[in-house]
């Protein structure tokens, strides 16, 4: 099984950039599917976004779509999150989450989808 660790997390003013990090180790890191989420006091787990193994295909929650990137290297076993533009409803700690697929295209966008967690990042956006 994968083992993840996110980086990255941090205090940061309203309409920062931010870039997260989750480094992989224990597996074959491209043979995963691999997606952000983020919790925030008191509300459910979200859906931030996703990458496919192949690195083609993305989604994204409509809360960060044109905001927040992902993106994936595969020869560092890492994948990032980039947002820009953070507004103070982006706070929350943010989880790295992996699944191992053979499908080179598939992006999964349910936390269900995941079988592997890391133990997040706290992102803390000011007003």
């Known amino acids: 099984q994968v083992q993840l660790v996110e980086s990255g997390g941090r205090l940061v003013q309203t309409g920062g950039s931010l870039r997260l990090s989750c480094a992989a180790s224990?597996?074959?890191?491209?043979?995963?599917?691999m997606g952000w989420f983020r919790q925030a006091p008191g509300k459910e787990r979200e859906f931030v976004g996703a990458?496919?193994?192949?690195?083609?295909?993305?989604v994204y929650g409509d809360s960060v779509k044109g905001r927040f990137t992902i993106s994936r290297d595969n020869a560092e076993n890492t994948v990032y999150l980039q947002m820009d533009s953070l507004k103070p409803e982006d706070t929350a700690v943010y989880y790295c989450a992996a699944r191992l697929t053979s499908r080179t295209n598939w992006v999964p966008a349910a936390a269900r989808d995941f079988y592997s967690w890391g133990q997040g990042t706290q992102v803390t956006v000011s007003s």
């Open positions: 990458i496919s193994r192949s690195r083609d295909n993305t």
């Open positions: 224990g597996r074959t890191f491209s043979g995963y599917a």
